[in-house]
């Protein structure tokens, strides 16, 4: 039997941005580059006075980036760049990748309008609120540091509602797709059992590289890396994927022979992170495909790694920081590796596999839903309308919240009549867990908002439950999710770009200006 990793989940791909704000202090927690205001689009051409002075750079589909949001984008880009010490890309290189970064942008901003995600100040607010919090200050103190770091407030609550509003693009079409099921968690327990040091990403040295060393777990292990991606095109063929490894392959020779990295990624990378030097942030182990986890598996800080090949293209791999899971270090024993220490408490999941620690009692909750998902035809306010309706219908004795999950909702347990079964504490996104938490046995929510759409919630009935058995197999299903969860965005995002119209008339530009050289 398959059963998927629920939609309502709460992931560690979810609220990208609020996890990054929560671990590093406020003042470093800076928005993306912000674009001036969009161009007109293919249907409405800018004034004749306009086009002399602000020219068309690119077409996404119905929109129009124009010349003028490049120039903006790339002065801000420039000046990120140098705060962060990484050397400025020359001019037609940056506007290059200025605009690739913009075209993505738009292209996502446009699904999320088709599929009718938005947000609005309240969860703006809400947002910088839990900021706030995980960063034990005040908003008014917040907002201090942020202004402190040069970035306007209004600026920064622009920023973090686009981040806001892509989380949740994210959420609602990749995330909700990935399906785990109960033999793939068989499978990876019975490999964990078999081999401890799987999860250590052990393997074979990289070329040049020292041996691999043994490790005495001090915690989850947390990677920081950057990549240079040399993506490859949909349907490229095998002399344009010989000549994109080629020029791979003298990005590295290039990083041996003491190139900057950082400045690398900025000129040459494909990835969308290459203006912030290519760096991609912090993740558990567990959180990186497995990929990358071998081929950085015997790379210190500092290290670059081979070309690997993904379906995206080639990429070259950059350890920035290892932390946690190795207190210390010592000659590789394949015959006698060292034990993982248990830790005091349960890790949370995501951060490594929980040792026996005997009976862990929680307080589980059964639950159903009604999910009713926001669209270009669906709006926020017609969807919690129709969901009032029905609670209405059900609270009346019309109707039951079975019945009426199997009639509306849009999720997947609909024909089970929106049954979640037992739901542990820190399953649920916390909007949906809080509403299910305030509610009585019996109990009918109003509308709940989520990630994911709105919901009504009715509780069933509780119980103390003893989850030590669950507790492995749901730590596993987190970490093959985890696992799968960024691939399948990139692939989404360039099936995104491949069904786009994309007349980029800036590279056409540069490219003649180049051939007339």
């Not at 398959?2 to 609220?15: D, Q, V």
């Not at 999860?199 to 070329?207: L, M």
């Not at 993904?310 to 000659?331: E, M, Q, W």
């Amino acid at each position: 039997m398959m059963r998927s990793l629920h939609t309502l989940r709460r992931l560690s791909g979810n609220l990208l941005v609020l996890t990054a704000c929560a671990s590093v202090p406020v003042a470093y927690a800076q928005p993306k580059p912000q674009s001036a205001k969009p161009g007109p689009t293919a249907t409405q051409p800018a004034k004749q006075g306009d086009q002399t002075v602000d020219g068309i750079a690119a077409i996404v589909n119905k929109d129009v980036i124009t010349l003028r949001e490049v120039d903006s984008a790339a002065k801000n880009a420039v000046a990120d760049l140098t705060r962060r010490g990484i050397q400025v890309p020359p001019q037609d290189i940056l506007r290059r990748q200025v605009l690739q970064s913009l075209i993505m942008e738009r292209i996502q901003v446009q699904e999320a309008d088709r599929m009718g995600i938005r947000i609005n100040d309240a969860q703006v607010d809400q947002a910088i609120a839990g900021i706030a919090e995980r960063n034990r200050m005040s908003v008014p103190n917040m907002r201090i540091e942020v202004e402190k770091s040069g970035i306007k407030w209004d600026q920064y609550r622009k920023s973090l509602a686009q981040d806001l509003r892509m989380n949740r693009l994210r959420q609602r079409a990749v995330d909700s797709q990935i399906m785990i099921s109960d033999a793939e968690v068989d499978a990876f327990l019975k490999d964990q059992q078999n081999n401890p040091a799987a999860r250590a990403g052990a393997g074979a040295p990289a070329p040049g590289q020292p041996a691999p060393q043994t490790r005495v777990q001090s915690g989850p292990e947390q990677i920081a890396l950057g990549q240079i991606l040399v993506r490859v095109p949909e349907g490229s063929s095998s002399d344009q994927v010989a000549a994109l490894r080629n020029k791979a392959e003298s990005i590295l020779a290039r990083l041996k022979q003491g190139a900057d990295f950082a400045s690398l990624a900025a000129e040459s990378s494909d990835g969308p992170e290459a203006l912030q030097g290519g760096v991609m942030g912090a993740r558990p182990i567990d959180g990186w495909p497995d990929l990358f986890v071998k081929a950085v598996a015997s790379l210190q800080p500092g290290q670059v790694s081979g070309v690997i090949q993904s379906g995206n293209g080639f990429h070259i791999l950059k350890v920035l920081d290892r932390a946690g899971g190795a207190s210390a270090a010592a000659p590789a024993q394949p015959a006698q590796p060292a034990a993982p220490q248990a830790p005091a408490v349960a890790p949370q999941p995501g951060q490594g596999m929980p040792a026996n620690q005997g009976p862990v009692q929680v307080t589980q909750t059964h639950a159903r839903h009604i999910l009713v998902k926001t669209s270009a035809v669906m709006s926020d306010d017609q969807a919690r309308q129709r969901l009032e309706q029905i609670r209405q219908r059900v609270i009346n004795g019309g109707a039951s919240f079975a019945d009426m999950a199997r009639q509306y909702s849009e999720d997947n347990n609909a024909p089970q009549g929106g049954d979640l079964g037992w739901v542990n504490p820190g399953e649920m996104v916390p909007a949906f867990e809080q509403a299910m938490n305030a509610l009585a046995v019996g109990g009918i929510s109003e509308p709940v908002l989520s990630p994911f759409g709105w919901h009504l919630i009715q509780v069933e009935e509780r119980r103390e439950h003893d989850v030590s058995d669950e507790l492995q197999r749901m730590q596993a299903r987190q970490i093959l999710f985890e696992r799968r969860a960024e691939p399948a965005f990139e692939d989404w995002l360039e099936q995104l770009r491949n069904g786009a119209y994309i007349d980029n008339r800036l590279e056409k530009q540069l490219n003649i200006d180049q051939n007339n050289r």
